[in-house]
C-alpha cells in the first residue's frame, strides 16, 4: 500500500504558475505508476497527468498539454505537477494518484490509491 500527501495550491492570477507535490509513504514508491487528475465544481473528475515508474514515459491531457509537465523523484518518493499560463478554467481540487498500473491511471482512470486533494483557484 502506498499513502499520498499533497501540498501546494493556492491562489494565482491568470498566467501565473504553481507546483502540486505530492509525497508517498512506503519503500515502494518506484514501482508505482503517478498520474494527477481534478474536479471543478459541479463537473466530473478530469484526467490531468501521468508519469510511469521510471520516469520515462509521460501522457497529458490536451485541456493542459503544454502548460503542465510532471515529474517524479524516485529517491523522494515525491510526485510534481507544475502548472504554468494558468487559466480560471484550471480552477479545480487537484488529486495525486497512484497504481501499479500505468493503464489504469491514463485509460481507465481508476487508480488504487488517492491524495487528499488541494485547491488550485485561478482569478482573472
Known amino acids: 500500500q502506498v499513502q499520498l500527501v499533497q501540498s501546494g495550491g493556492g491562489s494565482v492570477q491568470a498566467g501565473g504558475s504553481l507546483t502540486l507535490s505530492c509525497a508517498a509513504s512506503?519503500?515502494?514508491?518506484?514501482?508505482?505508476?503517478m498520474g494527477w487528475f481534478r474536479q471543478a465544481p459541479g463537473k466530473e473528475r478530469e484526467f490531468i497527468a501521468a508519469i510511469d515508474w521510471t520516469g520515462a514515459t509521460e501522457y497529458f491531457a490536451d485541456s493542459i498539454k503544454g502548460r503542465f509537465s510532471i515529474a517524479r523523484d524516485n529517491a523522494k518518493s515525491e510526485v510534481y505537477l507544475k502548472m504554468s499560463n494558468l487559466k480560471p478554467e484550471d480552477t479545480a481540487v487537484y488529486f495525486c494518484?497512484?497504481?501499479?498500473?500505468?493503464?489504469?491511471?491514463?485509460?481507465?482512470?481508476?487508480?488504487?490509491?488517492w491524495g487528499q486533494g488541494t485547491q488550485v483557484t485561478v482569478s482573472s
Open positions: 494518484a497512484a497504481d501499479h498500473n500505468y493503464f489504469n491511471i491514463i485509460r481507465f482512470e481508476q487508480p488504487g490509491y
Open positions: 512506503g519503500r515502494t514508491f518506484s514501482s508505482y505508476a
